[in-house]
Nanobody
Framework: QVQLVESGGGLVQAGGSLRLSCAAS??????VGWFRQAPGKDRAFVAS????????VYPDSVKGRFTISRDRLKNTVYLQMNSLKAEDTAVYYC??????????????WGQGTQVTVSS
């Protein structure tokens, strides 16, 4: 059974930091990403990492503040979030791409973890 389990969300003041974790089990993945969805907004891409090479991608909105990394032994992906802003408030989801090339979309999703940044 494939599972992605997020943890690490919570309430933090603006300017603070949080680290989210995504523990994967059940199979291997070629790429893992983080997405977020704020109330009334569409789901937005936050970061991704290729499992084998470690290549990372970020949108401009989080570049320089967020860092995605993975621990291959623990099968876990992390999202370190620094200099948090009120607009980072959202439910954060971990997602994984099981295709060999890591380029066909995310087919597994976690349950989400709430991040709230108070201003």
């Amino acid at each position: 059974q494939v599972q992605l389990v997020e943890s690490g969300g919570g309430l933090v003041q603006a300017g603070g930091s949080l680290r989210l974790s995504c523990a994967a089990s059940g199979r291997t993945f070629s790429r893992v990403g983080w997405f977020r969805q704020a109330p009334g907004k569409d789901r937005a891409f936050v970061a991704s990492i290729r499992w084998s090479g470690g290549n990372t991608v970020y949108p401009d909105s989080v570049k320089g503040r967020f860092t995605i990394s993975r621990d291959r032994l623990k099968n876990t992906v992390y999202l370190q979030m620094n200099s948090l802003k009120a607009e980072d408030t959202a439910v954060y989801y971990c997602a994984a791409d099981s295709s060999p090339g890591g380029n066909t979309g995310y087919d597994y999703w976690g349950q989400g973890t709430q991040v709230t940044v108070s201003s």
